[in-house]
């Protein structure tokens, strides 16, 4: 009788800890469930988000040359080298590009804002076509190249790890020389002739006195 009872307690204790071990076993698979669910959607809703993955390429950015002077006009080019279009959003009245002055051994932004007229001409957004090129200045904006210097335009790109950038010098502009004008005078001696009247010979006074005797 003892014996069947310690046999017994010793099933249920197994049965038991079988069920232990399913109860372990299904809260494992459960959470394992929920995280596997979790990363799912989030990376979802990442990629979701992320609309603008590049594929393979690269994003180029150059200026007209390499060397200016006060008051040209500063070109730049940006060209999509990827294998689908990109977007670029108009900051107008803000500068289309980020713009760095080199000062005291480090780059400086800087900024300068064009007259609301301008921003009209200028589209919202500007769409660049796999393989192609887009070409813009910065007249709009005279005030961010109007010294001497060196000057680097910056393109950044959402979800490009490289950043496309152009370096180039401003230049003063030349001093025109200075022409002296000379006033010369010029001294012309003038030769005036003098004429001085000269007597003539006594014929007549002496025919006068020989009347005088008779």
Known sequence: ????????NKE????????????????????????FLFIYSFHGQTKKVNTLNFASGNL????SKSKYTVGDTISYTLK??????????????NEPLYVYSWSN???????????????NNIPKQQTIAAGSSY???????????????IY???????NYTEIPY???????????????TQTQVIIQKIITPIYVPVPSSGGGDSGGGGGGDH
Request: proline share 6%; charged share 20%.
């Open 105 to 119: 051994n480090s780059w400086v932004r800087i900024h300068d804002t064009a007259n609301a007229s301008a921003c």
């Open 135 to 149: 070409t813009q200045n910065f007249n709009s904006w005279p005030n961010l190249f109007n010294k001497p210097g």
């Open 12 to 35: 249920l204790a197994t049965i038991r800890e079988r069920n232990k071990r399913k109860r372990l076993a299904g809260w494992l698979f459960f959470y394992l469930l929920l995280i």
């Open 80 to 93: 999509n080298g990827f294998k689908q279009p990109i977007t670029f959003i108009n900051n107008c009245p």
């Open 152 to 158: 680097r335009i910056v393109g950044f790109a959402s």
């Open 1 to 8: 009788m003892g014996k069947s009872i310690v046999i017994k």
């Open 60 to 63: 180029q950015l150059t200026t």
């Open 166 to 180: 152009a370096d180039f010098k401003v230049l003063a502009k030349p001093v025109a020389p200075k022409v002296v």
